[in-house]
C-alpha cells in the first residue's frame, strides 16, 4: 500500500515535471515550481496513503511532529 501510494505521487510529480517545466523561464520560476511540485507530491501522497489505507491521517502527523 506504502509502494502504490508512492507510484501514484511519483506519477502526478512526473507528469506535473513534464507538463510545467517548459513554463518556467528563469531560475526564480524555477525554483518557485519545485517548490509547488515538492509541496503537492507531499499532498498527493498523503492524500493517495490515505485513500489506499497505507497510512491513517493522524499517523502521518504523528510521523511529521517527531521529525522535527
Known amino acids: 500500500r506504502i509502494l502504490a ?3 501514484v505521487m511519483a506519477a ?3 507528469a506535473g515535471q513534464r507538463t510545467l517545466w517548459p513554463l ?12 509547488a511540485l515538492v509541496t503537492g507530491g507531499l499532498a498527493v501522497y498523503v492524500l493517495a496513503a490515505q485513500l489506499l489505507g497505507a497510512a491513517r491521517l493522524s499517523d502521518i502527523r504523528g510521523m511529521m511532529r517527531r521529525s522535527k
Open 24 to 35: 518556467a523561464d528563469g531560475q526564480l520560476a524555477a525554483l518557485g515550481l519545485l517548490a
Open 12 to 14: 502526478v510529480l512526473w
Open 5 to 7: 501510494a508512492s507510484a
